[in-house]
């Protein structure tokens, strides 16, 4: 093939790229809840992205015949798990059988259930005391099923039943059967065992009680199916399997399955994960809504209690003392009813729980003191805060006073009573607008708090709990803050850049590219975003909050749902290190992962048979010439030099490429490139070289090769510089959409520590410049995206200053304590160099 | 607009989601919201009682969503349709406003597109009977 056929596929290849990138980042966008989509869209969109990456799968088999045919295996994998999502059937992540709380995050909820995940939310990012414990998955759920053919028979019944040959109770009852009859696997035996060793070995010396409860999927939604699934409290360890096949059958309990039917929910659907907990022994527990669902408007929350265990409170049997919040700090007790308690429910020694007689003299003393209610509203509110719902919480405190949260689920405010209520038309012709209309929503929803303006690393750390974020441009790494945030505003930004997908991660209300949020609004003022309508107002608008409460989430709908999932098969990216061992065609797991691999190899085989294949067409490479001490070899795809075929040096001032221009400017400017020599002690230069012939860096011939690939709006630069490894691949026009800019260093030379050391610093420094940055020891790649023409060429300048001033750091760099110091002398660089062309 | 007098808005399209997604954004607004899945509920509807305002996809099964908007038109020349489709093509673009449609918005679209149309036709509406 010749070389103008092979530029011709690998711009065909670029271009396939950025639309895979694009079709991606608008999918994400869908989730964002500001659009309407339907089930045709999900197929419609899939069926542009598979198009797209067998595409990209075919160009790159032509111009590296054969040499990736795994790449077809992986297409056909993950296309085959999409088709199945879009057939409805339900495709469960492989996951093991279990999963301890400090592992679960709500993108586990498939896996784990509502409920667990949930609590292991509230456990691991709000660091709320929770009950240790586990999950046993989905995955565990659907080997059991398996196992004991299950679907097959339950199938049978349901066809019965949906015929109307049976009735609800008796298919009910047929299928339970079948389900707790049915054997455990002895893998499933093995890993349940295993974790509750792990658990015992949290609770040395004592006997280990388990609170067992389903954790189904749709439980603890909008579709509340509670108290229709079985809940076993204080059983002993020992009862585990037993205990698991019941609640496994509770999935198919007659109100469950009624429900089910009613709400429309498939057959496909049924997943039941299980929680198991350690029994918290409680002197005290209850129930909180954090909102009255009587009286929303109220501001109040609303406590129930009772000594002992809390189950007859939630089951209704017992009346329970009754006590009003004040949703406001410092959560004062505005009314209470405390009824005579003759019973409690007590955990037995034995296992298993009973009732027991309240001694006298605390039958009608109140069962929480004001400072346990203060304390239970401030958690309250966090929950609440951090899920955007009013919440149902269940708490207990043990004897040692210790608050524990049990369980968190959205509370249901009655629709009609929240209409009444929720005059929104006429709330919001009284109220100040701000601004409205301005920027774009990137995530829905509604956001009441105070501005807080962020400018700098500092105001991050400052950053109050609740605040409104306001800030001029978005950056990925307010990351770190968002989920304190109540909502975020900022002047400049794509919905569909890093930042945006963050805030959708956590669901936080975010405006972007509204351009005068920082002059308009004030640090301190209270107000009210509403990231559904698109407008700023001045106050509180209470209004448009309990309207949010009051509708059903969009999160939950069955096309969002879909289309997370089936998102989660396409954007994440786990190719992160082509070096790495795993950066191979079976290993790509999504098609974000084969687009990136294809893009990798595509350059790769450019520069492969551009420099060595040969000198006979207009695009040999050829030498720049530059004012630093740097071999850089340019091979142009058309447009990217001012040249003629002749020439064989190229001057800085012939490069028309813009990513590349943008590069060297940030390569060559003043004070950058450090001139010293470089001395490198022996111990690390031998490190450096084992490393270098260990690690397959491409193939041997790149080794000392400094080379990149242009065209007009392209640069691909492959550096190997002093003892670490550069590359940068980016795209710059005016269409701002397609911009992006990608950055990954890997360190070579001394030792590991002082390796990802100044890893750590490069990753600061990218993240004050607003790339999103993933480190892995000494890797670090950067990615910034969907920035206009000039800011782009900006951070190209970031880029290559960047790379000139490793070079000082690879030996300079001794001690943890001279990081802030080198990102001085870098800010100063930048503060130069960047800004001012 | 006082609650006496509600703008009504008719929703027709056949996946429940977009139907329950428009109830919600308007009904917010104040709107006074009827929707439907099936074309021969809305089309039995509209018999019945006229709409200041319809909103229907184009392609569904069943009675398809132009010979919906023709029949909306014929009963009830001064209801202001708005077309909402997944197949936006030209012709049918162009066909739809042969028909006097007031706007045409492809699927997927966002909130404030759709409330925007409405806000349109709705002061159309207003202004013809003024």
């Known amino acids: 093939m010749s070389f103008v056929d092979v530029f011709t596929k690998f711009q065909t290849i670029l271009e396939l790229n950025n639309k895979v990138l694009e079709l991606m980042a608008e999918m994400g966008d869908k989730l964002g809840g500001d659009y309407i989509f339907d089930k045709q869209y999900i197929h419609s969109s899939c069926e542009a992205m598979t198009d797209c990456v067998y595409k990209l799968i075919y160009n790159l088999d032509s111009i590296a015949p054969q040499k990736y045919l795994d790449l077809y295996n992986a297409f056909k994998r993950i296309h085959a798990e999409i088709q199945d999502e879009l057939e409805g059937k339900l495709v469960i992540p492989e996951t093991d059988y279990t999963m301890p709380y400090r592992l679960v995050s709500r993108d586990f909820s498939d896996v784990v259930g509502a409920k667990n995940a949930n609590l292991a939310e509230i456990k691991n990012f709000l660091r709320i005391r929770t009950p240790d414990g586990f999950a046993i998955t989905t995955t565990a759920f659907q080997a059991y099923m398996d196992h004991n053919q299950l679907w097959e028979k339950i199938h049978s019944v349901s066809q019965e039943w949906a015929k109307g040959e049976i009735s609800t109770t008796e298919a009910s009852k047929r299928i339970q059967e079948l389900i707790k009859n049915g054997s455990i696997p002895v893998k499933l035996k093995r890993e349940l065992r295993k974790s509750l060793e792990d658990l015992q070995s949290l609770h040395s010396g004592k006997r280990l009680f388990l609170a067992i409860r389903s954790s189904a999927w749709g439980e603890d939604s909008e579709h509340t199916f509670a108290g229709q699934f079985l809940s076993l409290l204080n059983e002993p360890a020992q009862n585990l399997f037993e205990a698991y096949k019941s609640i496994l059958a509770s999935a198919y309990s007659a109100s469950a399955m009624e429900y089910r039917r009613q709400k429309g929910y498939a057959e496909h659907e049924v997943v039941m994960a299980v929680a198991c907990q350690v029994m918290v022994e409680p002197l005290v527990s209850g129930v909180l809504y954090t909102l009255d669902p009587q009286n929303p408007q109220q501001e109040i929350m609303m406590v129930s209690s009772t000594w002992g265990l809390g189950a007859p409170i939630v089951s209704g049997e017992v009346s329970a003392d009754q006590f009003m919040v004040s949703r406001d700090s410092p959560h004062e007790v505005k009314g209470m009813t405390i009824v005579r308690k003759l019973r409690q429910s007590v955990t037995l020694e034995e296992g298993g729980i009973g009732p027991r007689p309240v001694p006298e003299e605390l039958q009608t003393k109140a069962s929480l003191k004001h400072e346990q209610l203060a ?21 207990a405190f043990d004897h040692n006073g210790d608050l524990y949260i049990l369980q968190a689920r959205p509370l249901n405010i009655g629709a009609q009573t929240a209409k009444l209520v929720c005059d929104v038309p006429s709330a919001l012709k009284k109220a100040h607008i701000l601004f409205s209309g301005r920027g774009s929503i990137a995530q829905k929803g509604i956001g009441i708090g105070k501005v807080f303006m962020v400018k700098d690393e500092e105001d991050l750390e400052r950053f109050p709990e609740g605040a409104i974020l306001v800030a001029r441009n978005t950056s990925p790494r307010f990351a770190k803050v968002i989920r304190r945030a109540n909502a975020v505003i900022t002047d400049v930004g794509s919905p569909t850049g890093h ?7 956590f669901r936080v209300p975010t405006i972007v590219n509204t351009g005068i949020a920082t002059k308009i609004l004030k640090p301190g003022q209270e107000i009210t975003v509403d990231a559904e309508e698109n407008a700023v107002y001045e106050g509180k608008i209470k209004e448009l909050c309990y309207y949010e409460f009051n509708e059903e989430p969009f999160e939950e709908t069955y096309e969002y749902r879909l289309l997370r999932r089936i998102l989660k098969k396409i954007s994440p990216l786990n190719l992160l290190d082509p070096l790495d061992k795993t950066f191979k065609p079976r290993y790509c797991r999504t098609f974000h992962d084969i687009t990136r691999f294809i893009h990798e190899k595509a350059v790769e085989e450019i520069i492969e048979l551009s420099y060595y294949g040969g000198r006979d067409t207009q695009s040999s490479p050829l030498h720049l010439d530059m004012s630093i001490p740097l071999d850089l070899v340019l091979i142009d795809m058309g447009q990217g030099l001012d040249t003629t075929p002749e020439s064989v040096k190229v001057r800085v001032e012939d490069i028309r490429s813009i990513p590349m221009a943008a590069f060297v400017q940030g390569l060559t400017s003043p004070g950058a490139w450090s001139t010293e020599p470089m001395s490198v002690d022996f111990g690390s230069f031998m490190s450096s070289l084992t490393r270098t012939f260990s690690s397959s860096l491409a193939t041997p011939k790149y080794i000392g090769q400094n080379l990149a690939v242009l065209s007009l709006n392209y640069a691909n630069i492959s550096l190997r510089l002093g003892y670490h490894f550069n590359m940068v691949d980016a795209y710059i026009s005016d269409n701002i959409n397609d911009n992006y800019a990608y950055f990954r260093f890997l360190g070579g030379v001394t030792d590991l520590s002082r390796r990802s050391r100044r890893a750590r610093l490069i990753g600061e420094i990218l993240s004050v410049n607003d790339f999103r940055v993933d480190l892995r020891g000494d890797l670090v790649v950067a990615r910034v995206k969907k920035l206009g023409l000039e800011e782009m060429k900006n951070k190209l300048r970031v880029i290559g200053l960047l790379v000139a001033f490793t070079r ?28 001012k062309h | 607009m006082d609650t006496q007098n509600k703008t009504s808005i008719l929703v027709l399209d056949d996946e429940p989601i977009v139907c329950k997604r428009l109830r919600s954004a308007l009904e917010k607004r104040g709107y006074e919201v009827e929707t439907f899945f099936r074309s021969a509920d809305a089309f039995k509807r509209i018999t019945e009682r006229d709409f200041d305002i319809v909103i229907t996809d184009l392609k569904m099964e069943g009675l398809d969503g132009m010979a919906f908007l023709t029949e909306v038109k014929k009963r ?4 202001e349709v708005i077309v909402i489709t997944g197949f936006a093509t030209m012709e049918t673009a162009k066909e739809s406003f042969q028909k006097g449609v007031f706007d045409f918005l492809a699927k997927p679209f966002k909130l404030g597109e759709i409330q925007d149309a409405v806000e349109r036709a709705e002061r159309k509406i207003r202004e013809s009977r003024a």
Do not use: C
């Open chain 2, 76 to 79: 009830s020349p001064s209801t």
């Open chain 1, 499 to 505: 930042m945006a997908t963050i805030a959708r991660e």
């Open chain 1, 375 to 395: 304390e239970l509203a401030e958690l309250g509110l966090m929950i609440e805060r951090y899920f955007k719902r009013p919440q149902d919480i269940e708490f």
């Open chain 1, 808 to 835: 000082q750091l690879d030996v300079q760099m001794v001690s943890d304590r001279q990081i802030p110091k080198f990102l001085d002398t870098f800010r100063q660089l930048a503060v130069n160099n960047v800004t």
